[in-house]
């Protein structure tokens, strides 16, 4: 069984950055592809980031290339995510995801650990 839990959420204003850490356990930490979902309230669960086990390959949503930065330090059994320029559009419930995987996991399905998720509000 694999525990997941978010900190690091917040309110800010717009163009302001925040940084969102997962810490994870109840397993090798290591063996996971990780990712970061978000949901603002009456949408979908969408996209935002993934990075393979070993940290070499990451993928992002569209609407936040070149903004937000996943990584992970496997050692401390932690996955962040940096986001920068933050935009009104970026308010969510923002959720880490973990699940044996050797690629980037895009979609929900592909993750069957969850944590419970972290609320950030930008405001504009």
């Known amino acids: 069984q694999v525990q997941l839990v978010e900190s690091g959420g917040g309110l800010v204003h717009a163009g302001a950055s925040l940084r969102l850490s997962c810490a994870a356990s109840?397993?090798?930490?290591?063996?996971?592809?990780m990712g970061w979902f978000r949901q603002a309230p009456g949408k979908e669960r969408e996209f935002v980031a993934a990075?393979?086990?070993?940290?070499?390959?990451?993928a992002y949503g569209d609407s936040v290339k070149g903004r937000f930065t996943i990584s992970r330090a496997n050692a401390e059994n932690r996955v962040a995510l940096q986001m920068n320029s933050l935009k009104a559009e970026d308010t969510a419930v923002y959720y880490c995801?973990?699940?044996?995987?050797?690629?980037?996991?895009?979609?929900?399905?592909?993750?069957?650990?969850w944590g419970q998720g972290t609320q950030v509000t930008v405001s504009s």
């Open positions: 995801a973990a699940d044996e995987k050797w690629t980037v996991g895009l979609t929900p399905r592909e993750y069957n650990y």
């Open positions: 109840g397993h090798t930490f290591s063996n996971y592809g």
């Open positions: 990075i393979t086990w070993s940290g070499t390959s990451t």
